[in-house]
C-alpha cells in the first residue's frame, strides 16, 4: 500500500480553514450476531496558547545541542517533524482507531512539552535567585567595590519563544562578564505571573437512588461538546431580576423624587376613577380629598369640570378644558392670510316672483333651455351653471325658485350668494315673492341688482316698477341711489351685455377673493338620491381646491369624492372656488344648506359625523319641560285633534324640505299634518310598509316605487298620489284632509215663539200653544226648547196647527199649536227656537 492511501482522511477536504469536526461511522457488535452502524463525529480541541507560550507539536524528537561560540544564541528554527511510519499492523485498524491514535499521541506529545518547559522555568528562577543572593552578601561584604552586573541567563533564554531542544545550546552560549570591565547596565529580572485560581467545579449531586456513579459516567452530547463539563449558566430571568434589585438600590439611595406635573384633559363629566387613571394618583386619595371637601363620591361617581379642575389644581396639576363640541370642525376660527387669497368668480343668484322669467333670462345667458325640461315651466330645483362671459371671465348662477313653497331654497340662495339679480316682469310688477326675496337678499347683506324683464310685452312700465322699489328701500341710479337696474328681454336676448356689464362690475367693487391652495370647502346646494350612482350632492366650493380622492364630512355624513361632474355632465379632476360641481362618494343624503369640508383622514370624517349625529338625534328626540298647561294641551291635542298622515319621498333633498313646510302650514285647529317619513330616492318596501301599518298615502314627487315596493302596495292596498308640481300637489292634499274633516254644519235661526198654554193631544202627546214672537214657523224644521235660557230637549215640529186647521208655516204676531217629537216636558213659559241646518263643504 502506498502512503497515500494510508492516510486517515475520512472524505475529501475542501478548500478553506482546517476543520475541527471529522465524521465517520463505528460497527457496533451486539449478541446474536446483531450489527448497528453509527455515525460518530469527533471533535478536535483547539489550542490557543497564550503569547510567548511554546507552540504544541504532535510529535517531539530530541536533536543533540550543537556547541555555539557567539555570546548571544539566536532562536532557532523548531525542526519540522518526522513523518510518522507505517506500521503493517495500522493498515489492520480502522479508520476511527487510527485517528484516535493520532490525537493521543498529539496530546502525549503537548503535554510533555509543556511539562519541559515548566522545568526549565523552575530551573531559571532558581539559578536567578542564587545569583541574587550572591551578589547580596558580595555587597554586604566589600562595600567600596562596584557592584558586578548579574549574569545574562535568564535574558539570553527566551523562556516563551525557544523551543525545549534549544534550552542547553543557549545556556552554553551565555559569557560570563568580566569583573574589571565597566559595569554592565542593570537589567530587570523576570517575574513568574502570579497564577489565577481555578474555578471550583460543582459536584454532581447524588440522584435520588443514592448511586451518583451512574450519572456521572454517562456522556452526552452536552458533555461531549462544552468545554465547561455542564457548568450551569444564569437565565434570564434571574438576570431580570438582580438589574431589577439594583435598580431599586439604586432608587432608594437617591432619595424622594420629584413630583411630575401633568397636564390633566378634563372634559364636561368624567368619573373618578378616569380622573385618579389620567392625573397618574391613586383612586383613593382622590375620594378622600372630595370627603375633605364636603361632596363625598365613590371611584364610579360622575363630577363635573368644577369639582375636577379643584381637584386637579390641588394634586399640584395642571387642567385642559374641553367639551364635546371641541370634536366638531369650526370654520370661523379658520381664516386665510391675506397673502394667499387670489381673486374668484362671483357667485350670482336670480331670485323673483314665480313666472317672472328668472330660468329663461338665465337659458339666454347661458344659451341653454332649462325652461323646457321643468314641469310646467317652473322651477322645481335650485339649479347651479358657470356662465363664461364674452371677455373670458367666469360667472357662476344660481336659479332659485319662485314659487311661495320655496322660501328655504331662495333663502339659501341668499345665502351663499355674493350678488343677487332680482328679476321683476315690467308687466306685472312686485309681487309677494318679490318681496320676500328683496328681505332674503338684506338679510344676507348682499348687493342687488335689478333686472326688470319682459319690457317687449305690450302693456310693460319699467318706470311703474322703479317707483314700487322705493317702498322698500330699493333706490335705482336714476333716482339718485346706488341700486344697479337693467332693462332685459329674455325672449329676444336683449340687454343681456348691460347686464353681464353691471355684475362685472359690482364684482370688481367687491374684490371677491379666494385661497385655492387649502383643503377644501364648499356648501350643499342641492342633494339627492340617484339609483345608479347612490347620494349625490351639488357643491358650491367656497374655497380650497376640491380633488378627486380627498376625504370630506358633510353635515352627518362623510365619505370620499368618488367622481366630481360639472355642470355640463363632464367628469373633472378638481374644482377650484365659486365652481358648482356635483359630487359623487357620499355615505348618505345631506341635507341642502350643509357645509363639506374635507379632513385628514377617515377616523376624523367618522368622529366628526357622528358627533353630528348624535346631536341631531338628541335635538329631535330632546322633551320640552313638563307643565300642568302642556299636558292638558297635548290631552286635548290627541282627544280633539285629526291626525292627517303622509310619506314623502322627492327626487332631491330642496324639493322634499319645501314639501313638508308647504303642507305643515296646511294644518288647521282641527286636522293636522303628520309627517311619518320624508326623505331623497326612490319609493322603497319599507315606505310602504310604514304606509301599510298605519293608513297613511304616499307623495311621490318626481320619483316612483320599484317592482317590490309596487307589488307590496297592491297587496296592502296602499295609495300613491304622484306629482311633478308641488302647487298641484298642496292643492290636493287640502281637499283630502277637508274631506276627512267631513261637511260642515250650518244652523241658520228662522223664528222664535213663546209657550202660553199647553193642552192634551191624544194618550201621551202634550200640544203646546205658542205666540210667535219673530220669524216664522214651518212645520218640519228643527226646535230647541228652552227653560230659563236652559236647552231642556232639541227636537223637530211635528204638528202645527193654527185654530184646528193644518197650515204650513205661522209666521210673527200670530198664535198656533204645536205637537213636538220625542218630548212632553213642556211647560208654560218655556221659549222654542226653530232653525234650518245646511249641510256645506268643508274647506282649509
Do not use: W
Amino acid at each position: 500500500m502506498s502512503d497515500e492511501q494510508d492516510k486517515p482522511t475520512l472524505t475529501r477536504k475542501p478548500l478553506g480553514l482546517k476543520r475541527t469536526v471529522e465524521a465517520g461511522q463505528v460497527q457496533q457488535q451486539f449478541s446474536h450476531g446483531r450489527r448497528n452502524t453509527v455515525v460518530v463525529e469527533v471533535k478536535r480541541r483547539r489550542v490557543l496558547g497564550r503569547p510567548g507560550d511554546p507552540a504544541p507539536e504532535p510529535v517531539v524528537e530530541e536533536v543533540a545541542p550543537a556547541p555555539a561560540p557567539a555570546p548571544v544564541a539566536a532562536p532557532a528554527p523548531a525542526p519540522k517533524p518526522a513523518a510518522p511510519r507505517v506500521n503493517e499492523n495500522d493498515s489492520l485498524l480502522s479508520r476511527q482507531e487510527r485517528q484516535a491514535q493520532l490525537l493521543r499521541e498529539a496530546e502525549e506529545a503537548r503535554m510533555s512539552s509543556l511539562e519541559d518547559n515548566r522545568r526549565r522555568e523552575e530551573a531559571a528562577r532558581a539559578r536567578a535567585a542564587e545569583e541574587e543572593k550572591q551578589r547580596a552578601e558580595q555587597s554586604a561584604a566589600k562595600p567600596a567595590e562596584p557592584t558586578p552586573a548579574p549574569t545574562p541567563v535568564a535574558a539570553a533564554e527566551p523562556v516563551a519563544e525557544a523551543p525545549a531542544v534549544e534550552a542547553p545550546k543557549a545556556e552554553a552560549a551565555a559569557p560570563r562578564a568580566p569583573t574589571s570591565a565597566a559595569p554592565a547596565p542593570r537589567r530587570f529580572t523576570p517575574v513568574e505571573a502570579p497564577k489565577r485560581p481555578e474555578p471550583k467545579r460543582p459536584e454532581p449531586k447524588p440522584s435520588r437512588g443514592g448511586d451518583a456513579r451512574r450519572q456521572s459516567g454517562k456522556l452526552t452530547v452536552t458533555r461531549a461538546l462544552n468545554e465547561d463539563e455542564g457548568a450551569r449558566a444564569r437565565s434570564l430571568a434571574a438576570l431580570k431580576r438582580a438589574r431589577e434589585k439594583e435598580k431599586r438600590s439604586h432608587t432608594a439611595s437617591s432619595g424622594p423624587r420629584e413630583k411630575q406635573v401633568r397636564e390633566v384633559v378634563v372634559p364636561e363629566s368624567i368619573t373618578v376613577a378616569e380622573l385618579a387613571n389620567r392625573m397618574a394618583e391613586k383612586t383613593g386619595d382622590l375620594v378622600k380629598a372630595l370627603f375633605k371637601m364636603g361632596s363625598p363620591s365613590a371611584s364610579t361617581d360622575t363630577i363635573d369640570q368644577d369639582i375636577a379642575e379643584l381637584l386637579v389644581t390641588e394634586f399640584g396639576h395642571e387642567i385642559i378644558r374641553v367639551s364635546e363640541g371641541d370634536v366638531d370642525i369650526r370654520h370661523d376660527e379658520d381664516i386665510d392670510d391675506a397673502e394667499h387669497l387670489k381673486p374668484r368668480a362671483p357667485v350670482v343668484t336670480i331670485m323673483g316672483h314665480v313666472d317672472h322669467g328668472k330660468t329663461s333670462l338665465l337659458d339666454a345667458l347661458r344659451g341653454a333651455n332649462v325652461v323646457a325640461g321643468e314641469a310646467g315651466g317652473i322651477t322645481q330645483h335650485i339649479g347651479a351653471y358657470q356662465v363664461k362671459t364674452p371677455d373670458g371671465s367666469l360667472v357662476t348662477f344660481l336659479d332659485t325658485p319662485g314659487h311661495e313653497a320655496f322660501t328655504e331654497m331662495r333663502q339659501r340662495g341668499a345665502n351663499v350668494t355674493d350678488i343677487v339679480i332680482l328679476v321683476v316682469a315690467a308687466d306685472d310688477g312686485l309681487k309677494p315673492q318679490s318681496i320676500e326675496a328683496i328681505a332674503h337678499a338684506k338679510a344676507a347683506g348682499v348687493p342687488i341688482i335689478v333686472a326688470i324683464n319682459k319690457v317687449d310685452k305690450e302693456g310693460a312700465n319699467p318706470q311703474r316698477v322703479r317707483e314700487r322699489l322705493l317702498e322698500h328701500e330699493l333706490v335705482v341710479e336714476e333716482m339718485g341711489g346706488d341700486v344697479q337696474n337693467v332693462e332685459v328681454s329674455a325672449l329676444k336676448k336683449t340687454g343681456l351685455d348691460k347686464l353681464l356689464d353691471a355684475i362685472a362690475v359690482q364684482a370688481e367693487i367687491m374684490e371677491l377673493k379666494a385661497n385655492p391652495d387649502r383643503a377644501a370647502e364648499g356648501t350643499v346646494v342641492e342633494a339627492k338620491l340617484d339609483k345608479g350612482r347612490g347620494p349625490v350632492a351639488t357643491i358650491l366650493v367656497r374655497r380650497g381646491t376640491l380633488k378627486v380622492g380627498d376625504i370630506f364630512v358633510c353635515g352627518a355624513e362623510s365619505g370620499r369624492v368618488r367622481a366630481l361632474i360639472d355642470d355640463q355632465g363632464k367628469q373633472i379632476k378638481s374644482a377650484t372656488p365659486s365652481m358648482p360641481v356635483e359630487v359623487l362618494g357620499l355615505g348618505g343624503v345631506p341635507m341642502a344648506g350643509d357645509t363639506l369640508t374635507v379632513v385628514e383622514n377617515e377616523a376624523r370624517a367618522r368622529e366628526v359625523a357622528s358627533y353630528r349625529q348624535e346631536q341631531a338625534t338628541r335635538k329631535r328626540t330632546v322633551q320640552a319641560p313638563v307643565s300642568l298647561e302642556g299636558m292638558f294641551e297635548a290631552l286635548a291635542d290627541k282627544t280633539n285633534v285629526i291626525q292627517f298622515p303622509l310619506i314623502i319621498k322627492g327626487d332631491v333633498q330642496g324639493s322634499v324640505e319645501a314639501i313638508v313646510n308647504a303642507l305643515n302650514k296646511l294644518s288647521t285647529d282641527e286636522i293636522r299634518v303628520r309627517v311619518l317619513q320624508s326623505g331623497a330616492g326612490a319609493i322603497t318596501e319599507s315606505d310602504v310598509t310604514l304606509a301599510a301599518a298605519t293608513k297613511a298615502p304616499i307623495i311621490g314627487f318626481n320619483v316612483r316605487p320599484n317592482a317590490k315596493a309596487r307589488d307590496i302596495a297592491k297587496r296592502e292596498n296602499v295609495r300613491f298620489m304622484y306629482h311633478d308640481v308641488i302647487y298641484h300637489l298642496t292643492d290636493e292634499i287640502r281637499k283630502e284632509m277637508a274631506g276627512e274633516l267631513g261637511p260642515e254644519r250650518i244652523e241658520t235661526v228662522v223664528g222664535r215663539a213663546e209657550v202660553k198654554d199647553v193642552f192634551p193631544a191624544g194618550k201621551r202627546d202634550k200640544a203646546a200653544g205658542l205666540l210667535v214672537l219673530e220669524g216664522v214657523i214651518r212645520k218640519g224644521l228643527h226646535a230647541r226648547l228652552t227653560r230659563d235660557d236652559v236647552i231642556v230637549s232639541a227636537t223637530t215640529i211635528a204638528s202645527l196647527r193654527r185654530f184646528k186647521d193644518d197650515v204650513a208655516e205661522v209666521r210673527a204676531g200670530l198664535e198656533c199649536g204645536v205637537v213636538l217629537s220625542d218630548t212632553n216636558d213642556i211647560k208654560a213659559g218655556d221659549n222654542l227656537e226653530v232653525f234650518e241646518v245646511e249641510m256645506r263643504e268643508r274647506t282649509l
